[in-house]
T-cell receptor
Framework: NAGVMQNPRHLVRRRGQEARLRCSPM?????VYWYRQLPEEGLKFMVY????????ESGMPKERFSAEFPKEGPSILRIQQVVRGDSAAYFC??????????????FGPGTRLTVT | AQKITQTQPGMFVQEKEAVTLDCTYD???????LFWYKQPSSGEMIFLIY??????QNATEGRYSLNFQKARKSANLVISASQLGDSAMYFC????????????FGKGITLSVRP
């Protein structure tokens, strides 16, 4: 019973390149949340997705960032034209499709993005 | 909007002693949940304990207990019998109960356990 999987665990990109971060939720989970953790900070919510739908993207930067969760395959967080300020740890969390399960949010190990 | 405040500087505790990590929160939601997570130096987020706003009793999970004082809007984490492996960052978080359970985190507290 695998947990939430994220890959790659570490990603190095040069300024201007694209970064793609993948998240495979736990089996049976259809809700995915993405969070960003800047150095010395807590996690900050970015986006909440269900299969094929973006439910809440209130934490996403207006430009260069996008997310999807297709019917098949992992959720993808995409950052275009990365800048040094995008260097952070990106975590995804998944939860089951069940009302009242607010506490059942399971985190992946995170992807550490370094922009050089 | 929801907010979590964690203002303690780095905390130190002697091995086998108890320690309290402070957390205060602000929310306009009538129904909410409070969480504590541990983040060791390896970086993963480890769920420790959950308290629902309408739970009558304070939550406990092994050596972790949550001192929930609703009127004061505080949700302090108590770790009993500290171990060296407890050295880590600790984050308090809040969510609105309901379908969109996005978490709002505090800035965290560093705990160091001394042998």
């Amino acid at each position: 019973n695998a947990g939430v999987m994220q890959n790659p665990r570490h990603l190095v990109r040069r300024r201007g390149q694209e970064a793609r971060l993948r998240c495979s939720p736990m089996k049976g989970h259809s809700h995915v949340y993405w969070y960003r953790q800047l150095p010395e900070e807590g996690l900050k919510f970015m986006v909440y997705l269900q299969k094929e739908n973006i439910i809440d993207e209130s934490g996403m930067p207006k430009e260069r960032f996008s997310a999807e969760f297709p019917k098949e395959g992992p959720s993808i967080l995409r950052i275009q034209q990365v800048v040094r300020g995008d260097s952070a740890a990106y975590f995804c969390a998944s939860s089951p499709n069940r009302r009242g399960s607010a506490y059942e949010q399971y985190f992946g190990p995170g992807t550490r993005l370094t922009v050089t | 909007a929801q907010k979590i405040t964690q203002t303690q500087p780095g905390m130190f505790v002697q091995e086998k002693e108890a320690v309290t990590l402070d957390c205060t929160y602000d929310t306009s939601d009538p129904s909410y949940g409070l969480f504590w997570y541990k983040q060791p130096s390896s970086g993963e987020m480890i769920f420790l304990i959950y308290q629902g706003s309408y739970d009558q009793q304070n939550a406990t999970e092994g050596r972790y207990s949550l001192n929930f004082q609703k009127a004061r809007k505080s949700a302090n984490l108590v770790i009993s019998a500290s171990q060296l492996g407890d050295s880590a960052m600790y984050f308090c978080a809040i969510t609105r109960q309901g379908a969109n359970s996005k978490l709002t985190f505090g800035k965290g507290i560093t705990l160091s356990v001394r042998p």
